[in-house]
């Protein structure tokens, strides 16, 4: 792709992803125009201070739930990336319908939006809590990818794309478990909710850099899942805390033990390549070619963070953290 010839619009810019999207983005791929399209005046304010002033960039004032605003925002836009949400688990509980408004009303204002102002892909952020969700956060994460998947069926063979990526937890983003580890080891004991505890676990850079890689290879309806590592959450604390007493809390509302990325009844439409797996459109009315070089998943198998060949040592989540 000839990114310095493309207008790029990403959502909830302004956020852990958003920064270092926008950072990649100038710095290895120069689009000819960034619009940071986020609702908080001072992050925006914030990060044009901290050196994001590059004069590719655009700031935009704008909610994901205001229709109108963008339909301003999108025209002459390219590519959008949508990682604007509301994704704490017990805020999205306390305040469900502001957790609604957010993620699900928003996705189909952005595809409404993208649609009618000729927008030509549109690449949206999920989560492994989307798969088989126990909490709201995850059930509307859900309904988005839906969403997004079946969206191509209202831009028919000829309009936007529309896809997601799904991938794990973050190192380092808003909401991170390391830093509750970096203040509570001065006292000498720090809480987990499980020593059972697995996760996914994935960089920001990383996780960039996969999106820009599924904007290449994007025709419609899938849903792209990186394969990345697990760590279990008593090696983390280990790392981030060594010698601290880990104090048990038990599993907190609306959380799991172990995550999963793709689940078993996915896995019959799934394709396993060397870094990732691609969920396809179940139903694709839409125009699509195929991705040569990827193999059936097995039926009944998934990916998930207990059962993965991959783990995290205490050497690489040590390298990790201090990233």
């Given at each position: 792709m000839n990114w310095e010839n493309l207008t790029?619009?990403?959502?909830?810019?302004?956020?852990?992803?958003?920064?270092?999207?926008?950072?990649?983005?100038?710095?290895?791929?120069?689009?000819?125009?960034?619009?940071i399209y986020s609702r908080d005046e001072l992050k925006q304010h914030e990060m044009r201070v901290s050196g994001f002033n590059h004069p590719s960039l655009r700031y935009f004032i704008g909610?994901?739930?205001?229709?109108?605003?963008?339909?301003?925002?999108?025209?002459?836009?390219?590519?959008?990336?949508?990682?604007?949400?509301?994704?704490?688990?017990?805020?999205?509980?306390?305040?469900?319908?502001?957790?609604?408004?957010?993620?699900?009303?928003?996705?189909?204002?952005?595809?409404?939006?993208?649609?009618?102002?000729?927008?030509?892909?549109?690449?949206?952020?999920?989560?492994?809590?989307?798969?088989?969700?126990?909490?709201?956060?995850?059930?509307?994460?859900?309904?988005?990818?839906?969403?997004?998947?079946?969206?191509?069926?209202?831009?028919?063979t000829e309009g936007v794309r529309f896809s997601c990526v799904r991938y794990g937890n973050v190192v380092g983003s808003r909401g991170s478990v390391i830093p509750v580890f970096q203040r509570q080891r001065a006292s000498g004991k720090i809480t987990i909710t499980d020593g059972r505890m697995t996760r996914f676990w994935i960089t920001l850079?990383?996780?960039?850099?996969?999106?820009?890689?599924?904007?290449?290879?994007?025709?419609?309806?899938?849903?792209?899942?990186?394969?990345?590592?697990?760590?279990?959450?008593?090696?983390?604390?280990?790392?981030?805390?060594?010698?601290?007493?880990?104090?048990?809390m038990g599993i907190r509302p609306g959380e799991k033990l172990h995550e999963v990325l793709v689940s078993r009844d996915e896995s019959r439409y799934t394709l396993e390549f060397d870094d990732m797996y691609l969920i396809q459109p179940v139903h694709p009315w839409w125009q699509t070619n195929g991705h040569p070089g990827g193999q059936p998943m097995e039926d009944g198998t998934k990916f998930s963070s207990d059962k993965n060949t991959w783990w995290l040592t205490h050497d690489e989540l040590s390298q990790m953290v201090e990233e």
């Open positions: 790029i619009l990403i959502t909830g810019g302004t956020g852990s992803f958003g920064k270092k999207f926008t950072e990649i983005m100038v710095r290895e791929y120069r689009p000819k125009k960034l619009i909610d994901v739930r205001d229709r109108e605003r963008l339909y301003r925002a999108m025209h002459g836009v390219d590519i959008v990336v949508h990682a604007a949400a509301l994704k704490q688990v017990p805020a999205c509980e306390y305040n469900p319908l502001e957790a609604v408004k957010t993620n699900i009303n928003g996705a189909a204002n952005i595809i409404d939006a993208a649609i009618d102002t000729g927008v030509t892909k549109v690449l949206a952020l999920s989560t492994d809590k989307a798969v088989n969700p126990i909490n709201l956060y995850g059930a509307t994460k859900l309904v988005a990818e839906k969403l997004f998947v079946q969206g191509n069926a209202y831009a028919g850079e990383q996780g960039v850099q996969f999106v820009i890689k599924c904007i290449g290879m994007m025709q419609g309806g899938e849903v792209f899942v990186p394969k990345i590592p697990s760590m279990r959450i008593v090696d983390l604390a280990d790392v981030v805390a060594p010698g601290c007493e880990q104090e048990n």
